[in-house]
């Protein structure tokens, strides 16, 4: 599975992004699908996930509430919308995507994107 992740930028506090993350190669109804993410100098989080069908959906409770991830099978592409930014969302994030993958941890996702730069300025 190739995943290529976009929609990353420059966004001041409490602005909106929506970052999406398009999937090629295989079938990505296959896949649970997460959002990590990497500020610098830190470890790479988990921010969210949503299993292969859409159905369920889980958030690391710093982005709960602000953040809504979603996908369309049709489409292969998994979103991020974020809303209500602050500074400390800054980081490069990244998707994976994982065979039945619901989790948040790394080690569950067998593919990831080249991540994509958010930064909000305050």
């Known amino acids: 599975v190739q995943l290529q992740a976009s929609g990353g930028g420059l966004v001041q506090a409490g602005g909106s992004l929506r970052l999406s993350c398009a999937a090629s190669g295989d079938t990505f109804s296959n896949y649970g699908m997460g959002w990590f993410r990497q500020a610098p100098g830190k470890e790479r989080e988990f921010v969210a996930t949503?299993?292969?069908?859409?159905?369920?959906?889980y958030y690391q409770p710093s982005v709960k509430g602000r953040f809504t991830i979603s996908r369309d099978n049709a489409k292969n592409t998994v979103y991020l919308q974020m809303n209500s930014l602050k500074p400390e969302d800054t980081a490069v994030y990244y998707c994976a995507a994982g065979y039945d993958a619901k989790g948040i941890f790394k080690h569950e996702y067998d593919y990831w994107g080249q991540g994509t730069l958010v930064t909000v300025s305050s």
């Open positions: 949503i299993t292969w069908s859409g159905g369920g959906t």
